[in-house]
């Protein structure tokens, strides 16, 4: 259990909440970073940029700062250093999967109904450029459901299963560990998009089977925008071809010489190039500033709070919870459409009268909360208070 002592001690270290300009309820699209993480990347790049960016030992001191990252999400990820690659965000993750597969005419590739562009616009660029056929499973209101839906999608020509850990839109936890059992025993590989996870609960990659996981920093791990890692399991690294090379992917080999292509023995082959490296000192001290506060604290403070408000939204007339009520699936997302309102107009209403943030689910005409372990019953109640408020305004 998190004291409320240390909870008023996050928010005072959290810009958005010391200063109380609005109700932050969107850590699904951008976690705000505490001081100290934030600091973290300041002091970084400060230090880099004194030291003359460019001189060698500092460029080489900086490039180092991917070293401790890479350590902090594997420790949380449950897998090795040599297993993670570090990237910008999640999206840059199932690109080089999805870009890394051998695709042959006919292969199949499977999503849900509810992926973010992350997922379905690599989906549907595989699908374009190699003749391959996507498939897409609903997912309904149960893990059985969910799980029946799946099965009946997936075929002996299910080349990947790619899909959220936890759904953009309705928040709904997929039951990953299930289906990756199911995929594999038809013969596909997994990868599995955890920007809605991580951060929020423990996540173990090496429980959960899958072949791929990509992940970001800057949403519930409270990291800078920017930061964001892909796993690629040790048995499944030669599954996938680079698609994006350059220094540091590679062995130093004298290309003059000896023509061929001599890839680093881990997923530090997906790396490459010059990067703003104090990002990953950032995503390092947010690791443990989180870590610290224990991510099984912080996922039980927020789903108390997303429980409660699923709950009494349910009970406001006019108003629709589009996230299942099976606590099995549940996460800090809520998702709820208000009748008469557009999912646009609600959440201007929100944040214009009541200064509350939240974010439109245009698929739903819906609004999305995000219950992160920093806020309060206070602010949910704000919320609720509010929706009943508009939801009264077009009965
Ligand atoms: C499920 C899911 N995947 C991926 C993304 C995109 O994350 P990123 O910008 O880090 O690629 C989001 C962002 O909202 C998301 O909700």
């Given at each position: 259990m998190l004291e409320p002592s240390l909870i008023a001690r996050v928010r005072r270290e959290i810009p958005v909440t010391a200063s109380a300009t609005y109700v932050y309820l969107n850590v699904g699209t951008m976690g705000p970073s505490p001081s100290p993480v934030h600091q973290a990347f300041l002091d970084a790049y400060q230090a880099w940029q004194d030291a003359g960016p460019g001189n060698p030992e500092v460029y080489h001191a900086a490039h180092g700062l991917m070293e401790p990252a890479r350590q902090a999400l594997a420790a949380y990820l449950g897998v090795a250093p040599d297993e993670v690659a570090l990237t910008s965000n999640s999206t840059d993750g199932v690109n080089i999967v999805m870009a890394g597969l051998d695709w042959r005419k006919g292969d199949e590739v499977l999503t849900s109904d509810q992926e973010h562009p992350a997922v379905s616009v690599p989906w549907l660029n595989v699908q374009q450029r190699y003749g391959v056929v996507g498939r897409i499973f609903n997912l309904g209101s149960t893990v059985d459901e969910i799980l029946s839906n799946f099965r009946a999608q997936?075929?002996?020509?299910?080349?990947l299963v790619v899909v959220s850990h936890v759904s953009s839109q309705t928040g709904v936890r997929l039951p990953v560990a299930e289906m990756t059992a199911l995929a594999h025993q038809a013969g596909a590989l997994v990868c599995i998009d955890g920007a809605q996870a991580c951060g929020q609960f423990p996540v173990n990659v090496a429980a959960i089977g899958c072949d791929f996981y990509t992940m970001n920093g800057h949403k519930w791990l409270l990291a800078p925008g920017g930061t964001g890692g892909v796993v690629i399991r040790r048995q499944a690294l030669e599954r996938l071809v680079p698609a994006v090379v350059g220094a540091g992917s590679n062995e130093p080999v004298d290309y003059r010489a000896d023509r061929r292509l001599q890839f680093v023995p881990s997923a530090r082959r997906f790396e490459n190039a010059t990067r703003n490296w104090a990002l990953y000192a950032g995503l390092t001290a947010a690791c443990a500033y989180i870590g610290t506060l224990g991510f099984e604290n912080i996922e039980e403070r927020g789903l108390g709070m997303s429980r409660r408000l699923q709950a009494e939204l349910a009970r406001i007339p006019g108003v629709s919870v589009k996230?299942?009520?099976d606590p099995a699936l549940s996460t800090g997302l809520v998702t709820w459409g208000i009748s008469g309102w557009s999912g646009r107009e609600q959440y201007d209403a929100l944040l214009n009268r009541f200064k509350v943030c939240g974010r439109t689910v245009g698929e739903l005409e819906a609004v999305r909360a995000s219950c992160a372990f920093f806020n309060l019953e206070e602010e949910i109640e704000l919320l609720l208070r509010s929706v009943a408020t508009l939801a009264k305004e077009r009965a």
């Open positions: 997936l075929s002996g020509r299910t080349k996230t299942p009520a």
